[in-house]
C-alpha cells in the first residue's frame, strides 16, 4: 500500500458551457478497471441522447491501468486530454465522464482539447483534493467521565476520530500516523493518567483537505 496519493474529496459533477455545447462532467473514486467500466457504462445509458461520451481513467499504485476513449470525437482531442489533467494533477484511482451535447459550432481540433481538459479540471477543482495518508486505527477504551477531556485534547493535538462507540465504556477509534505510534501512545497514556486501554487496530487511509 503506497505511504500517501491524492484523489478528489468525493464523486460528484460539473458542466461548462463553451460556444453553446453543454460539457457535462462526472467524476467518481474508482479501484479497479471493472468499477471503472461500470461507472462510464452507467454514465453513458444515462445520456445515450447526447453527442458524445468521452471517458478517461487511471488506477494502481503506480498508475499502471490508465485509458482513454473520445467517443467519436477525433483521435485524441478529448480521453487524452482528460486523462492528462489526472495525470498533471497526480490523482490516483480516479475514472471520469465528459458528456458533451452539440450546440451548433465546431470548435476544432484545439478547442476540443482545450474543452474537455478544462471540464475535468473545473469539476476537480469545484469539488476539491484530498492526501490520503496511510496510517493505523488506534482504539483508545475509557471510561464515560474522561470523554470531554480526551476529545478535546485529540482535537488540540489535531488527531483525527475515525469512529467512536458507546457501550459499557466508550471506544474512539483514533487515526495515528504510522511513525507517530510510540509518541502517542506515551502522550495519550500520560493525559489520561493511565485510565485507558489502547489496541492497535487495522491500517486506514486518513483524509486531508489539500484543495
Known sequence: ?????????SDGKHEIIIEKSRFICHIMRVTTESEAQTFIQTIKKEHR????????YIIGENDQFQKAHDD??????????MLEVLKKKKLKNIAVVVTRYF?????????????YGSAVSETIQTIGIVECTLATIIKCSFAYSLVGKIENALEQKNYQINDK????KVVFHVFVDNDDIPHFRKWITEMANGQLELTESTQKYREKDVS
Do not use: W
Not at 49 to 56: E, L, P, Q, V
Not at 103 to 115: F, H, I, N, S, Y
Open 1 to 9: 500500500m503506497l505511504d500517501h496519493y491524492l484523489t478528489i474529496q
Open 49 to 56: 441522447d447526447a453527442t458524445h461520451n468521452c471517458s478517461a
Open 72 to 81: 467519436g470525437e477525433p483521435s485524441g482531442t478529448a480521453g487524452v486530454p
Open 103 to 115: 450546440g451548433g459550432t465546431k470548435l476544432g481540433a484545439g478547442g476540443l482539447v482545450r474543452a
Open 165 to 168: 462507540e458507546f457501550t459499557d
